[in-house]
């Protein structure tokens, strides 16, 4: 957390009223008088400011971003370090827009995120998806949040602005499942890889007598 100290504006009017007062009922006429009444009003301030402290608020510190992993390929560290930035703005974002539905929506982008850029790392034979999902789809949804937090800021409720951000929300909860099924997609490869592995086990077993029923297994055993 960091603490932020936030002065008082008392003192700074209590000395203006202590000036205006003696600029309208005391003389004015001689050099000391000047000297006198500024002396007045920085005696002022100064009580105020032991009266009226002013107040302290704690506030998050922003995350910092996490420095993208090297994996030693050229070309899925720059579409990871290309993540770790979609990344930043993103809970910039999350931050800075203060609906709590559209808050919650953009933390599920930022994880689905996540694990479609980290699946580079996982099967480097996703990466031209991966790169089509970076390349579009993700700064598409950026603009669109981008927006939606420009027609916060504005505090209006016009029209435009009211139908417009609703059709964003709405266009979230779209994108949401398209991430989801653009992270399904990628495990595809794995998913065909696993099953061949699957097929030859169980055909191995087969042919070594391991894949029949219990009895089979031990007459195997009493032969040998």
Request: neutral net charge.
């Amino acid at each position: 957390m960091k603490e932020i100290k936030k002065k008082s504006v008392v003192p700074f009017y209590g000395m203006a009223a202590v000036l205006a007062i003696c600029a309208l009922v005391a003389p004015m006429y001689k050099p000391w008088h000047y000297i006198l009444y500024a002396a007045l009003g920085v005696a002022a301030y100064f009580v105020l400011s032991k009266l009226f402290p002013g107040t302290v608020e704690y506030v998050k510190e922003p995350e910092k971003p996490k420095e993208p992993e090297t994996t030693g390929d050229p070309a899925i560290d720059a579409i990871l370090k290309e993540g770790a930035t979609a990344d930043a703005e993103l809970r910039r974002l999350e931050n800075s827009i203060n609906v709590p539905s559209v808050k919650s929506k953009i933390t599920e982008i930022r994880d689905l995120t996540a694990r479609i850029f980290n699946d580079a790392k996982d099967d480097p034979d996703d990466l031209p998806q991966i790169k089509r999902f970076a390349s579009y789809y993700l700064p598409t949804t950026i603009k669109l949040l981008n927006t939606y937090d420009r027609m916060c800021i504005q505090n209006i409720s016009g029209q435009n602005i009211t139908d417009t951000m609703k059709r964003i929300e709405n266009a979230l909860d779209s994108t949401i499942q398209a991430y989801r099924r653009q992270l399904d997609a990628l495990f595809e490869n794995q998913a065909f890889d696993i099953e061949t592995d699957i097929k030859v086990m169980e055909s191995m077993l087969k042919k070594n007598g391991l894949s029949g029923a219990a009895h089979d297994f031990k007459t195997d055993i009493k032969e040998n």
